[in-house]
């Protein structure tokens, strides 16, 4: 009886290895692999060779031809929006950069987002949110970390289905992997700031209100916020 899960597993473990070679610059770009040496080196069978190749294709970051081979892509062509991008890049990238970029993002549609949800939300999305930041304050007091990305990405991620726009809400992978990212990488303080979750607090309760221009302006303050925490958070040079 064949073992699907070892086998969704061999196919993470070869996405991985070979998405995150591409990004740190040990396949470069312009470099020519082949499915045979993909096979041999990571001892895979053709099946989970294709699968993963096929993966990367749709992401931009490679291409394959007939009697060329598979082609490493520059990364002006890869799908900067792919959170399991976003997650090789902040492992192995420059982290920093990535991160600034990623805010810069958030600006052009969080705040949008929690205006729109200010006219939109449902009580059973607010009751979520008004939980979320409940949790978050439990959890940063604690310092337990891990709970408390949880509660954040909730939080995030109700607020952008709240907006009721599906482009919007198309984007809570890439919010998700930012928001890991901060606290796996140690760009967190060990508790979080009380002025962040209160922040949380006041888009929450301005979306229950039905306060467009708070909700917005609270929402973009929360950005600023991990933005310039995650540059306080950086090692000392």
């Known amino acids: 009886m064949l073992d699907r899960s070892s086998g969704v597993a061999r196919h993470g473990s070869l996405l991985t ?38 993966v990367l294709e749709s992401m931009g970051m490679v291409e394959s031809r007939r009697r060329v081979g598979i082609t490493v892509q520059p990364a002006a062509k890869w799908n900067v929006f792919d959170p399991m991008l976003i997650r090789w890049r902040l492992d192995v990238g420059d982290r920093t950069a990535l991160l600034t970029s ?3 993002l958030r600006l052009g549609f969080e705040p949008a987002a929690a205006a729109l ?9 607010c009751r979520i949110m008004a939980s979320a930041v409940s949790d978050m304050v439990v959890h940063g007091r604690s310092g337990d970390l891990d709970s408390y990305l949880l509660a954040d990405k ?55 209100m039905g306060e467009a221009k708070q909700a917005e302006e609270a929402m973009r303050a929360i950005i600023d916020e991990a933005a310039a925490a995650v540059v306080d958070e950086l090692p000392a040079p």
Do not use: C, W
């Open 117 to 125: 949800a200010a006219q939109r939300a449902t009580p059973h999305q």
């Open 154 to 208: 909730i939080f995030h991620q109700t607020l952008l289905e709240a907006s009721g726009n599906e482009m919007f809400r198309a984007l809570a992978g890439v919010v998700d992997e930012v928001l890991t990212g901060r606290t796996q990488h140690g760009m967190m303080p060990e508790k979080p700031k009380i002025a962040a979750i209160a922040l949380h607090d006041e888009v929450a309760r301005a979306i229950r």
């Open 102 to 104: 990623l805010s810069e």
């Open 17 to 54: 290895a070979l998405g995150t070679a591409i990004v740190s610059g040990q396949y470069p770009s312009g470099r020519v692999i082949t499915l045979d040496g993909v096979i041999a080196e990571h001892r895979v069978s053709r099946s989970v060779a294709r699968e993963a190749i096929r």
